[in-house]
C-alpha cells in the first residue's frame, strides 16, 4: 500500500472512532481477563454445612477458618 499522507491535511480535530474497533478491542480484553479466574475473597466462598458429619467437610471449613485468620 502506497502511504497517503493523509496527516497533512489534518485539521486538528480529535479522532472519533466511527466503526468502534476500539471498543471492542477493549471488551475483548476485559472478557480476556475475566475468564483467567478472578480472585475473590474466603468470605464469598461457599461454605460447606457445619453440622456435617463428612470429614471432607470439616477439613474444607478449618481450610478456610485458617485462610480468613491469615487475611487472604
Not at 499522507?5 to 481477563?33: C, H, M, P, Q, S
Amino acid at each position: 500500500m502506497l502511504p497517503t499522507k493523509d496527516y497533512l491535511k489534518w485539521d486538528g480535530t480529535i479522532f472519533r472512532d466511527d466503526r468502534g474497533d476500539v471498543a471492542r478491542a477493549k471488551e475483548r480484553n476485559n472478557e480476556r481477563k475475566g475468564r483467567r479466574g478472578a480472585k475473590t475473597a474466603v468470605e464469598d466462598w461457599p461454605r460447606p454445612d457445619p453440622n456435617s458429619t463428612d470429614p471432607d467437610d470439616q477439613q474444607v471449613i478449618r481450610l478456610l477458618d485458617a485462610l480468613k485468620a491469615r487475611g487472604k
